[in-house]
């Protein structure tokens, strides 16, 4: 089951002018934050802790009880705006025509928008100064094990700022857990 959440954020204290709003999500137009996003895509470790996905360490599917499949992901934020703002996050897994990201964008197997804010439980700030946004829940349509796939993880900011990052999955790359 997708999940998905509008938050509608008034006028920011301080800010000279009214943030602009576009599908429910708020950019503020008078952020003065220009660096970078850093963005890591990993999922929760057994012990809680986050652990990196890449094409060295596949994403492992987890099975339902009703035989739904999906992949329990989070995300690692470096240099994020403010605890006070807002973070838009889509995930998206797609089958692959070949092994280049143009390829993966057809064919999508599971697709979820969110949008996190301060005191949500999916919106931890860490001691290190990065914010770790998850778990999020990427329901699969299907996970073609013959077939390469990726999972790609986009973020933006109230501050207008965005970040995105592919993950390639081999065919032979597969681990999953029932």
Known sequence: MQRKRILMLGVLTGCASAPSVVDGFVVDPTCGRAAPLGLTIGQPAADGSFQVIDEDAPPQR??????????????????????????????????????????????????????????????????????????????????????????TASVQDACGRSAATSIWVAPQAQQDTR
Do not use: K, M
């Open 62 to 151: 987890v099975f339902g009880p009703q035989g739904g499949q999906h992949l329990l992901l989070d995300l690692v934020l470096a240099d994020p705006s403010d605890e006070a703002s807002a973070t838009l996050v889509v995930l998206q897994a797609a089958r692959c025509a070949q092994e280049e990201p143009a390829a993966c964008e057809t064919d999508v197997l599971g697709r979820v928008e969110v949008i996190t804010r301060p005191g949500d439980a999916q919106h931890q700030p860490l001691a290190d100064g990065t914010l770790r946004l998850g778990s999020y829940f990427l329901v699969l349509r299907d996970w073609p094990e013959e077939e390469p796939r990726s999972v």
